[in-house]
């Protein structure tokens, strides 16, 4: 079952790396990134952070192999119109790490989540809720 969700993680992960490269908006890759570690931090909270990592390292995944297959992104036509000595080089790819911090934010605020409505689930009914 660990196996099977470690790869659900990775293929999110893709997806998101895969939206944000034909995205020129850097709010929705964040949004999708978000929305699935919450989630698999809610469900699988004793492994959240590993959850965290596999998401959080498909964009730059999807970002390299792209760079070095020989693709752009579609906005950077665009930037070499607006700015004549424009380059699309490393340093553009390597920013694509910064997927981690909304990768452990929305992990860790699903484990966050998941502790506070247990909290006040205990204290209503005065059992524990349920295991994951």
């Excluded at 034909?22 to 989630?39: A, K, Q, R, Y």
């Excluded at 760079?67 to 490393?90: A, C, H, M, S």
């Amino acid at each position: 079952m660990k196996k099977l969700v470690f790869v659900l993680a990775l293929g999110a992960g893709i997806f998101a790396g895969y939206v944000d490269f034909i995205s020129n908006e850097m709010l929705i890759p964040i949004l999708i990134i978000l929305g699935f570690t919450f989630v698999f931090g809610y469900l699988l909270p004793s492994i959240a952070w590993r959850l965290a990592l596999l998401v959080g390292v498909g964009v730059p995944l999807v970002i390299f192999t792209a760079y070095y297959l020989g693709y752009e992104p579609p906005f950077v036509e665009e930037l070499k119109d607006r700015i004549p000595d424009f380059d699309y080089d490393l340093t553009e790819a390597v920013e694509s790490f910064i997927a981690f911090v909304p990768s452990f934010l929305g992990a860790y605020g699903g484990v966050l989540v998941k502790k506070i409505l247990s909290g006040v689930f205990k204290k209503a009914t005065g059992i524990e809720p349920p295991a994951a």
